[in-house]
């Protein structure tokens, strides 16, 4: 038998990469995948697909994170769809960079809604419905600890607020069998931090001990494991995977 076997999983921001890999790994590992996306209906059934090559369920909801309401639909949806829901990842990000006196405050506030309210809507949702064994996982960011360029201070300040959600959180549900965790990846490559960028090039001589980018799938392995049985005792933590780059 598969690790997540008979559990039903939702994955925000699923249609492409870090999220998507993420989608395939819990359907591999057994589980059955509810995932959102907001623009990429085309990516969001590939995504489907992949994770229904493994032989389970596997569902796209169209829900934009900044969209509270969305959000809570998207978990009611999967709870309808899968039968109930074990393990929710809350994946969905924007990175928007811009100098101090000129980041946009509608930027600001889309980062609020979609990297750390949406995190919070769904796992108040999602724990109406959850059982022992519960998995809350949030992606935060390398960046939530350390900031070595300029223009990124909302995107740090949206993933650092993971850190603490997730540690008063796991106080909260604890006693009831349920773990919340946030894991926090370095450079991903991906359409958001693509590794063949000028950026890519600097980050990898001059901030990374490990010299080259992560992939998705190393990041989706850290998830799988937080969401199986034996993470039971991990709670309240945000595990980093970023090649070193706050080493
Ligand atoms: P991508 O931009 O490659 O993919 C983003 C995914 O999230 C897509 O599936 C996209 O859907 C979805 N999404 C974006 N906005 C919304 C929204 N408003 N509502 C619902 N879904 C949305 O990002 P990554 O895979 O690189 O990043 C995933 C997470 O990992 C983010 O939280 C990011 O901050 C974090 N992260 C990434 C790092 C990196 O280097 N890549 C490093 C550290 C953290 P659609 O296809 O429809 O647009």
């Known amino acids: 038998t598969r690790p997540l076997q008979n559990m039903r999983a939702l994955v925000t921001g699923g249609s492409r990469g870090i999220g998507a890999a993420i989608v395939r790994r819990l359907a591999r590992d057994g589980a059955q995948v509810a995932l959102t996306y907001v623009h990429n209906a085309e990516q969001a059934a590939a995504s489907v697909q992949a994770a229904q090559a493994f032989g389970g369920q596997a569902l796209a909801i169209q829900a934009d994170s900044a969209d509270a309401n969305a959000v809570v639909a998207a978990v009611e949806q999967t709870v309808a769809t899968l039968g109930g829901i074990d393990i929710l990842v809350n994946n969905a990000g924007v990175f928007h960079l811009a100098p101090a006196g000129e980041f946009p405050l509608a930027q600001f506030d889309q980062t609020v809604a979609v990297n750390l309210r949406a995190a919070f809507v769904a796992t108040e949702a999602a724990v109406k419905h959850m059982r022992p064994g519960g998995r809350i996982i949030m992606i935060g960011s390398c960046n939530a600890e350390r900031m070595p360029f300029a223009g990124g201070a909302v995107y740090a300040m949206s993933k650092a607020g993971l850190v603490g959600l997730v540690k008063g959180l796991a ?10 965790n946030n894991v926090q990846p370095g450079p991903i490559d991906t359409d958001m931090n693509p590794a063949d960028s000028e950026f ?7 901030i990374l001990a490990v010299p080259r980018y992560g992939t998705a799938d ?5 998830v799988a494991y937080l969401a ?3 993470a039971g005792f991990v ?4 595990l980093t995977i970023d090649g070193g780059f706050t080493a």
Do not use: K, N, Y
């Open 171 to 180: 106080r909260d549900l604890g006693p009831r069998g349920i773990t919340v």
């Open 228 to 230: 199986s049985p034996e």
């Open 200 to 206: 890519g090039g600097a980050l990898r001589e001059q």
């Open 235 to 238: 709670t309240g933590a945000s």
């Open 218 to 222: 190393e990041v989706a392995g850290m």
